[in-house]
C-alpha cells in the first residue's frame, strides 16, 4: 500500500499533462540504469506471504537494533562511498577479430 507521499506523488503525475510535474517538463534521467527504472511498468503483482513475513521480520529487526549505515555496508565490501559516487560503467567487451580465411 503506498505512503502518504507516494501516493500524493501518483495522485499529482496522473493529474498533470503527459510529460510534466507540477506544470514543468520533466526532465528524464541520461544514466542507462536510471533510465530503464524510470520506464519501467509499476510494480502491480499482489505481495505474497513470504514477502510480508520478510518485511514483518525486517520491521520487527529494527525495533531493536539501529540501522545498519550504507556506508557500513560499502566498508564491509571494501567500498567507500566516493567509489559509488564516481562508479562508470565498464566499457562492452571488443569482440573478436574475424576469423583468417
Not at 506471504?49 to 518485511?55: F, G, M, P, V
Amino acid at each position: 500500500m503506498p505512503t502518504g507521499r507516494v501516493l500524493e506523488g501518483r495522485i499529482i503525475c496522473k493529474s498533470e499533462r503527459p510529460g510534466t510535474v507540477g506544470g514543468h517538463p520533466l526532465e528524464l534521467p541520461s544514466h542507462p540504469v536510471a533510465r530503464a527504472i524510470a520506464n519501467a511498468p509499476l510494480d502491480d503483482e499482489p505481495e505474497t506471504d513470504e514477502e510480508r513475513q520478510s518485511a514483518a521480520a525486517a520491521s520487527v529487526w529494527l525495533e531493536h537494533n539501529k540501522p545498519i549505515p550504507f556506508e557500513a555496508v560499502l566498508r564491509d565490501f571494501g567500498f567507500t562511498f566516493e567509489d559509488v559516487k564516481n562508479f562508470n560503467e565498464p566499457p562492452p567487451p571488443t569482440p573478436p577479430p574475424p576469423a583468417r580465411q
